[in-house]
């Protein structure tokens, strides 16, 4: 059985890392959101590629849920004692993965071979694939203006008021030959708990409609990033209510509901199962908390046990 | 009366930060060598300029010469893990200046002001100019061909035979407003024990002819970087020997020849003082040994007494 999972930053991280626990590089390729990269000091940089690499390849901050451990801060310290830009924080071996990256991609090296050479520096074993090699970046309608991702998301830690969402160079990217590939040979789908607005929408949103998630047998399933109406991390439920959406479980399945054959929810939110069944798809009930390494395999077993019991 | 001293790396910046500590900010002005900056890994690193201001502002690293002293390691260690290139050793804290440096680059701000603008922030009181806001770069000739500075002076670490030199710009790049107020202003212009193939050369050709180092009863005094036929640090010894020339105090006293008024020999190349003032220049013979900070002080005192002789 072969599946591609789609990630963003810290909770897809994690369920993708217990799925690579479970499953083969054969089994597993994981689509990582590229539209929260961005420009900054020079450097071009990736967060939730980032965080997925770190993650799969332990050198994640368990702590932040962004960035290395064991990392030092030199760099940033210095630059801010220079008056430069220090709002968002890099630390000294997270700085070499963006000078690296930036000087390959000025050498003409597209981000799927970069991050590929990165992986295997990192002892990775799983494809990890950026969804397109032409930049998308995600802008935020908020009601302080349109703000860049990490400009709303970092510099205004998401206090402007959420309106909208554009994801600039959408039309033009195209998903690359591995992301064709990892889709169309792939049995299922699973969309990770990551944030469906601003982390998996700009990756269905480049894959589409070049690519067909579903089809010829291809079933698709995702795990809710919202538990109790809060999301563990980030700006999910803020950006929920922000649309006018009470944030839940159902409404992430409904966000997805043209899509999903399967939705995973968690056991707080057995409430909801009945009306989540109802908008025509599968559920699983589990703990989708994931506190710890052995969380992460769980859960990931987990979603393979749904799929399992889907395919027969 | 007012000093202006032309300094390259670690023998001109000892001596400018010993000029530093007896002479006021309105006393003295250091122009430095941008001949050996060069772009590397995406930034524009400016060797001289750094080494300047770091041994001036206390932060240089006193065992190497180049970087920062209480360093940390880590962008590098990490970029040479993913395969980039990690012969050119840059700590952390350096690369911190680089990147701001660059960044300010791309927003259109000169090299003047940003490196007055890092001074301040490093409590450097004395001004510091790069020679000019125009690229200018030495290229070695050698019997491997031409070499961009950095490519032969660390990459290949000296060991081509040099043949020659060219300064890649000079022709465009002009001195600033600044470095021609502070030689036209200046009573005197100190040349620091650089390198002066490739760190006082390039300074020299940069500012003139558009200005004149003598003039208007201005005098021009050198230091010898040449102790007993050898360079303290670097290879200048070695690039006379290649250009076959026998590396003296008297080989750099007649390499200035047209312009010096004054020359500062070692005690140990006393022999080599009546040649030198043959060559119509005045002599002062000291001890120009600088292996501590109160030696730097000792030997700008030696330097101003030397000039003070000669006005009188």
């Known amino acids: 059985m072969k599946i591609t999972a789609l990630a963003g930053g810290v909770g897809g991280a994690k369920l993708a890392h217990g799925l690579a626990q ?26 939730d590629l980032d965080t997925v690499c770190y993650t799969l390849a332990n050198l994640a901050n368990p702590e932040t849920g ?27 071996s997270d700085f070499a993965t963006h000078i690296e990256r930036t000087r390959r991609l000025k050498e003409g090296q597209t981000l799927t071979q970069i991050t590929q050479d990165f992986c295997k520096a990192w002892g990775i074993k799983h494809s990890i ?15 302080a203006g349109e703000l860049a991702f990490q400009e709303y998301f970092v ?8 309106k909208g969402f554009r ?51 291809r079933m698709v399933v995702a795990v809710s990033p919202i538990i ?16 006018g959406i009470e ?10 509901r043209n899509i999903l054959d399967g939705f995973v929810l968690d056991d707080v939110d057995s409430n909801l199962e ?20 052995s969380d992460r395999t769980r859960l990931a077993n987990d979603v393979l046990h749904f799929i399992g019991s889907l395919l027969t």
């Not at 479970?22 to 990736?46: A, M, Q, R, Y």
């Open 167 to 217: 994801f600039e160079g959408v039309e033009i990217a195209e998903p690359t030959v591995g992301v064709k590939e990892a889709v169309e040979s792939a049995d299922v789908i699973v969309i990770c708990p990551s944030n469906p607005w601003v982390s998996i929408d700009p990756i269905i949103k480049t894959l589409t409609p070049a690519l067909s998630l579903k089809g010829r047998g």
């Open 155 to 162: 510099h205004r830690r998401c206090e402007p008021r959420v």
């Open 66 to 92: 962004w960035g290395r451990k064991d990392e030092t801060w030199n760099v940033i310290a210095n630059i801010e004692k220079l008056g430069g830009p220090s709002w968002f924080r890099l630390g000294d």
């Open 228 to 243: 109790g109406g809060k999301a563990i991390k980030g700006p999910a439920a803020k950006m929920f209510s922000e649309l």
């Open 129 to 143: 694939l950026p969804m397109s090699d032409s930049p998308v970046r995600t802008m935020v309608n908020t009601d």
């Open 22 to 47: 479970v499953l083969s590089p054969e089994e597993l390729t994981i689509i990582v959101n590229t539209g929260d990269d961005f420009e900054h000091l020079g450097l071009t940089i990736c967060p």
């Open 247 to 256: 944030p839940s479980a159902l409404a992430v399945a409904k966000h997805y």
């Open 274 to 293: 009945d009306e989540i069944k109802k908008i025509n798809m599968k559920t699983w009930k589990t703990n989708t908390l994931m506190n710890n390494v």
